[in-house]
Nanobody, 124 residues
């Protein structure tokens, strides 16, 4: 098993940037593909970005492509989501997730492990 803890959320003005971190403990982090999801108030949880175990393959939702960058440091057991050019529509609780498969994954149900989430609020 792996335990995940997100950090780095907060309040930022539109056009600003934030970097979220996802610290993993337990089983070796490099054994898991990682994903970031978000859930706005009253809405379903949605896919944001995913990265394969090695970090070679990355995939983004169209809504964040070109603005967000997913990365990972397996030596530090940590994943990241760099978010630039934020807008109010990005306001949500952001979750990191892990899945032990060999590829990358974009569905909520693909992931077995989840963090508790971190709030990101973008003011206009």
């Amino acid at each position: 098993q792996v335990q995940l803890v997100e950090s780095g959320g907060g309040l930022v003005q539109a056009g600003g940037s934030l970097t979220l971190s996802c610290a993993a403990s337990g089983r070796t982090f490099s054994s898991y593909a990682m994903g970031w999801f978000r859930q706005a108030s009253g809405k379903e949880r949605e896919f944001v970005a995913t990265i394969s175990r090695s970090g070679i393959t990355r995939y983004y939702a169209d809504s964040v492509k070109g603005r967000f960058t997913i990365s990972r440091d397996n030596a530090r057991n940590t994943g990241y989501l760099q978010m630039n050019s934020l807008n109010p529509e990005d306001t949500a609780v952001y979750y990191c997730a892990a899945e032990s498969g060999p590829a990358y994954y974009i569905r909520v149900n693909d992931y077995d492990y989840w963090g508790q989430g971190t709030q990101v609020t973008v003011s206009s």
